[in-house]
């Protein structure tokens, strides 16, 4: 049993392109959140989701649109995809009272 | 939030322990030290977490001096499969940001 699982794994698509990320896990946590880790492999934080409301937009674009249909799921909506959207994209969950965090295995997003 | 610094990369040899210092010299009083483990195409895992003294598990342990201003992750007989990098994250408990750092690149050598 995947404790964080994302669809896809991999997703190669053409500049201008929507595409969305999806991501559920079963570990019953209230929190959830979005990183990008790009080529230089840095670990950024995109967005944290506490029971399906959004806690913290780290200056992403408006291009990028979390949403949590429920407390299991949060996924990434990309609108108008350009070439530096390229990443790894890693969705992860946690109980607030709790620092240890599981993540995904990630989506690797391709802009061509 | 505290910020961390740990070595970019280091290289040990198989069996050999393996000790990685990250310094957090702004370290806040409700903050925690936890250490995660990244190997390629892989998500970050959790390691092992602690605030003071001394912590251990089944795979690594935490050591904290009194001032808390650093940690050193230490990974006993380490293996090839160790190799991954290592972050130190510095958080208060009931985050909902965790911050990564660069982290630490080790290289284990057969």
């Known amino acids: 049993d995947t404790a964080v699982s994302q669809t896809p794994k991999y997703l190669v698509t053409q500049m201008g392109n929507d595409k969305s990320i999806k991501c559920e896990q079963n570990?019953?946590?209230?929190?959830m959140y979005w990183y990008k880790q790009d080529s230089k492999k840095f670990l950024k934080i995109m967005f944290s989701y506490n029971n399906k409301e959004l806690i913290i937009n780290e200056t992403v674009p408006n291009r990028f649109s979390p949403k949590s249909p429920d407390k299991a799921h949060l996924n990434l909506h990309i609108n108008s995809l350009e070439l530096g959207d390229s990443a790894v994209y890693f969705c992860?969950?946690?109980?607030?009272?709790?620092?240890?965090?599981?993540f995904g295995q990630g989506t690797r997003l391709t802009v061509v | 939030l505290a910020k961390t610094t740990q070595p970019i990369s280091m290289d040990s040899y198989e069996g050999q322990e393996v000790n990685i210092t990250c310094s957090h010299n702004n370290i806040a009083t409700n903050d925690y030290i936890t250490w995660y483990q990244q190997f390629p195409s892989q998500g970050p895992r959790f390691i092992i977490q602690g605030y003071k003294t001394k912590v251990t598990n089944e795979v690594a342990s935490l050591f904290i001096p009194a001032d808390r201003k650093s940690s050193t992750l230490s990974l006993p007989r380490v293996s090839l499969s160790d190799t991954a990098v290592y972050y130190c994250?510095?958080?208060?408990?009931?985050?909902?940001?965790?911050?990564f750092g660069t982290g630490t690149r080790l290289k284990v050598l057969a």
């Open positions: 570990l019953g946590h209230d929190t």
């Open positions: 994250l510095v958080n208060p408990s009931g985050t909902y940001k965790y911050i």
């Open positions: 992860a969950s946690s109980q607030v009272e709790n620092t240890e965090a599981f």
